[in-house]
């Protein structure tokens, strides 16, 4: 991991486990725990302007109930819907 992979992974983990509600902290913060260092910088990259959404809509994207922006269908929303699923 690259010094720079591994500031995008601690910005990623920090942003997603400080939300502001629990169900974002664990969702997106358990998210990050179990799968953030096997990420790789790309695919950290997108995590961290994902984060940059409302809590509100990133679910809405993750429950398909809205499409997300063109440079967000990336495979780290594909990859938190499949955390998701095993989350809940």
Same mark, same amino acid.
């Given at each position: 991991?690259? @010094? ?8 990623? @983990? ?8 629990? !169900?974002?902290?664990? $969702? ?13 910088? !790309? ?33 780290? $929303? ?11």
């Amino acid at each position: 991991m690259t @010094l720079f992979t591994h500031l995008l992974f601690k910005k990623a @983990l920090y942003r997603a486990k400080h939300r502001g509600g629990k !169900e974002a902290d664990f $969702l997106l913060g358990g998210f990050v725990e179990t799968y953030g260092t096997s990420l790789n910088e !790309e695919e950290l990259f997108e995590l961290n302007l994902l984060l940059e959404y409302d809590d509100n809509v990133i679910f809405s994207w993750l429950n398909v109930n809205q499409n997300p922006p063109v440079e967000l269908k990336t495979t780290i $929303l594909k990859k938190l819907r499949n955390h998701l699923k095993t989350a809940v």
